[in-house]
């Protein structure tokens, strides 16, 4: 645990002391950022610099809870081969000695600005909370500038995360907040010289805009535009199961709209989770140099089965997944995998699969794989397709089912959405993780799974006739240089 001032040295102690670990741990992600030690959350300052990008994370080196979060950072010049950064702020001034939350980066007269929340609790464990700015020269060490908006009348100290941009002139930030009726919103501030920021108030929420009730707390806003509509990104937290939606502890996704950055005000129609897997929260986005809105979000949960994952006995837990480019189609966003990421390809495996009911077809596969199945015929009665014994994909012509094996005890969980035609499948295997593209990204569903180690097998099983083509490629291992 953190002692004195010396964080990073403590920090660099840490990984040292952890690479034995990782070099023997079969679940150790290839292709996925994740914590050279300790505990990774959410993906934050997202951003691409002087043709680098850049991925900061809530980092936690010293445990695999969620105690005091420092700011790790990786960088690339081409989304594959990550390099570990030294950490870019840790909880040591006055108003972030509990924690340096989530937050947002953007470039401004040629330098790096990094805007996040400072959690402070005192004795007692009451929590303060201060939106906090830090500027680098070079993207890689940073200097603190201190708080620049503090908490407004009317909410609580769970008031956080915030997302700065450019529009019409001004610089905006949007944050996730609850008020003080225990209602969760999202919320906006406006600057003309990132310094001085002038609270507004909220753009949406729980019971505003016609919503309704809708959770007790709104975390990770981000809000942009996207083919001509505005989409506000928003992790709700308190919404309960309804149907086959809303199964995670906390969900993600977003709303479609039009903001008006004037009068700000924001208009907007339903929620629509982002994901329908098991793992996948507080997703950010960015631009990059070629106009591409990208996505990463963390590939967990805090939930009741986290420290049950068997990564915990590795000293680390958790990883981020991997990049995807947002468009629109109609009034959905879909997701894409980032076209460098064919890059890790470097052998395929071709399969005409015709299977009619009750027959199966297998295949050996690779931990590190991708796999692409486009479907020549229309599904009616489904079929079962297991990767590596654990995940199963399932489909019956209606629903689109994934169950996985519980990380503890006996027995399968299960997520599953409605479906009405299934043309294609993208699957991203890494060695304890599977991240599932339907229909071109319609649909996705990410989770971390943890399958026997010698399990390296795909096994379609159809219920009624199957026709498809199958590719599967082998994946380059080792693209994260995690000790500098």
Known sequence: MFQDSDYQTQIDAEISDNVQN??????????????PVGLLNDPNGLIKLNGTYHVFFQWNPFETTHGKKAWGHYTSSDLINWTLEPAALVPDAWYDKNGCYSGSAIEHDGKMYLFYT???????????TYQCMAVSNDGIHFEKKGPVLHLPDG??????DPKVWKTDGQWLMILGAQNEQGHGEAVIAASENLVDWDFIGPIAGSNINNLGDFGYMWECPDLFELDGRDILIVCPQGLEADGDKYHNLFQAGYFTGAFDS??????????????RGFDFYAPQTFIDE???????????ITDDDEQDQPTIGRDWIHGLTIPRVLEMKGDRVIQTPAPELQKLRYERVSHAV???????????????SEISVEFKNDIMDGFELVLRNDVKVIYDGQRFIIERRKFSGEGREQRAFQLEQLANLRIFLDRSSVEIFINGGEE????????????????????????????V??????TIDMYG
């Open 22 to 35: 990782l070099e023997i741990d079969p679940y150790r992600l290839d292709y996925h950022l994740m914590p």
């Open 118 to 128: 400072g959690n402070v609790k005192d004795d007692e464990d009451r929590r303060s």
């Open 354 to 368: 015709m299977l009619n009911p009750e027959t199966s077809f297998h295949a050996g596969i690779e931990p590190l």
């Open 290 to 300: 070629a106009g591409r809105r990208i996505l990463l979000a963390w590939m967990g």
């Open 473 to 478: 490629w082998n994946l380059k291992e080792n």
């Open 155 to 160: 909410y609580t100290p769970h008031f956080r």
């Open 444 to 471: 996705v569903c990410s989770s971390r799974f943890f399958p026997e180690v010698d399990e390296r097998n795909i096994e379609l099983k159809a219920h009624g006739a199957v026709q498809c083509e199958m590719n």
């Open 262 to 275: 004037s009068m700000y005000t924001y208009s907007h129609e339903d929620f629509t989770e982002l994901d």
